[in-house]
């Protein structure tokens, strides 16, 4: 049985859990999200607990099965709480500022790197070298960061270049003299 997969999701106060065939609709304070699941998960919800469950053995269901609860504790989470990635500028000249719904970056290209935030995603910037993104969906809020730090990513010899906070990068050595 999937460790995971097994584990109860404890439902909140304020937060509305609802199956719909395969949908799952989750309404909270933040939002609302909705998933369609697999075919052969099952959601049993008693006492404001939800058990995920798989009718079978079979492989593709057993691969699922811990997916399928991670998907709702997160959905859970995100109309509860909300995510939240800290992204950093490291770089002499590098900044970035918001305007409007638009993240400025200037990355030490010959133009600034203007992007509008998704729906449902929003960014703010504190100082002029951290990037915060916010938003009640994971995936759509690890996704972004990840296009923005695809801008510059951090390079191995001096490190400069957008990372997340408290990402470790490799530092090579230069060059050296002649022998």
């Given at each position: 049985?999937?460790?995971?997969?097994?584990?109860?999701?404890?439902?909140?106060?304020?937060?509305?859990?609802?199956q719909?065939?395969?949908?799952?609709?989750?309404?909270?304070?933040?939002?609302?999200?909705?998933?369609?699941?697999?075919?052969?998960?099952?959601?049993?919800?008693?006492?404001?607990?939800?058990?995920v469950?798989?009718?079978?053995?079979?492989?593709?269901?057993?691969?699922l099965?811990?997916?399928?609860?991670?998907?709702?504790?997160?959905?859970?989470?995100?109309?509860k709480?909300?995510f939240?990635?800290?992204?950093?500028?490291?770089?002499?000249?590098?900044r970035?500022?918001?305007?409007?719904?638009?993240?400025?970056?200037?990355?030490?290209?010959?133009?600034?790197?203007?992007?509008?935030?998704?729906?449902g995603?929003?960014?703010?910037?504190?100082?002029?070298?951290?990037?915060?993104?916010?938003?009640?969906?994971?995936?759509?809020?690890?996704?972004?960061?990840?296009?923005?730090?695809?801008?510059?990513?951090?390079?191995?010899?001096?490190?400069?270049?957008?990372?997340?906070?408290?990402?470790?990068?490799?530092?090579?050595?230069?060059?050296?003299?002649?022998?």
């Amino acid at each position: 049985m999937s460790r995971i997969g097994k584990m109860t999701i404890t439902i909140p106060a304020g937060v509305e859990v609802k199956q719909d065939g395969r949908t799952m609709v989750v309404k909270g304070p933040k939002g609302e999200l909705k998933q369609t699941f697999f075919e052969g998960i099952e959601f049993e919800e008693k006492d404001k607990v939800i058990t995920v469950t798989r009718e079978s053995d079979a492989k593709k269901l057993r691969e699922l099965h811990g997916l399928s609860r991670m998907l709702l504790a997160n959905m859970v989470t995100g109309v509860k709480d909300g995510f939240k990635k800290e992204l950093e500028i490291v770089g002499v000249g590098y900044r970035a500022n918001k305007q409007g719904n638009k993240l400025v970056l200037n990355l030490g290209y010959s133009h600034p790197v203007e992007m509008e935030d998704p729906k449902g995603i929003e960014t703010t910037v504190e100082g002029n070298n951290k990037i915060i993104v916010t938003g009640i969906d994971k995936q759509k809020v690890g996704a972004y960061a990840a296009i923005i730090r695809e801008k510059r990513p951090p390079e191995p010899y001096k490190g400069k270049g957008i990372r997340y906070v408290g990402e470790v990068v490799k530092r090579k050595e230069g060059k050296t003299g002649k022998k």
